[in-house]
């Protein structure tokens, strides 16, 4: 079950109050993401709160002029002295988004680039692309698992018939005729087969080269796309990575809408995603 958010930071000025955009699960978060507000706009509010202790708490900083910063229990009410009147301010109830189409194609892109993420970080990616390698591979190992002598010590066959030694077995393709006795099949079984041993080699090497692409690309320790400058508008964290996207969606029987952006994601725990042209 998703855990409520309980917190919020407020800017009083004068006999106005602000509230943050979000609430958030900790005071350590909230604190976070008044840090980098203050950091955008209040450099000298800023350098108060980071001097501040870091500990679990409910922070105030405030500057000359009546500007004042502090971390709240989300939902707590925010008393003022407007004249001689008191006046109540509350958190304005969230407003239900608009459901609405998707412009552009961002939704599609996020979401495509999410499962991505997921299937990277799981290493599923990397198995899908290792299959036609490692079949290769095998094949190329089973082709020089063929290439030495025979150990078949039975009698030779000839037109499904086993010959005995002294025997020959003839053989007619078109006009030609070959002849080949009992000893000269039993000789050809123990010869090696170079002709195997260069195919499976070239196979195996075929396959090496097909998997180390897959291994350096899709490997789960490899971040998904890269770093993005600034810091998440949700977490306040400094982890947002980005990579260019395309899809295409099929919208009626003879169109295809195709699409194109430069996605970014924050932390699977943070959650927060975006979706820029290019």
Known sequence: ????????????????????????????????????????????????????????????????????????????????????????????????????????????????AVRERQWRSSGKSLAAALCLPVLLFVVGLLFFANSGPSNDRSAPNCDGKAMSPGSVCITWKGSDRTDEGYEEIRARRKMDKPENRAAGGVIMALGLLLAVPGVVKLSPSRPWGKPASGACPRCGKRELREKSAAAEKKTGRDTVMRYGAVVTLCTPECGYTAARTP
Do not use: C, N
Request: charged share 25%; glycine share 8%; proline share 10%.
């Open 1 to 112: 079950m998703r855990k409520i958010h309980m917190y919020d930071w407020i800017h009083i000025q004068g006999a106005t109050v602000q509230f943050s955009r979000r609430t958030y699960d900790t005071t350590e978060e909230a604190r976070a993401a008044l840090q980098v507000h203050l950091d955008a706009r209040y450099p000298e509010a800023a350098a108060r709160l980071r001097a501040l202790p870091v500990y679990p708490g409910q922070p105030s900083v405030s500057l000359p002029g009546g500007h004042t910063w502090r971390v709240q229990e989300a939902g707590k009410s925010v008393t003022l002295m407007v004249g001689d009147e008191p006046r109540t301010f509350r958190r304005p109830a969230p407003k239900p988004a608009p459901q609405r189409e998707d412009p552009g194609g961002a939704r599609l892109l996020v979401d495509q």
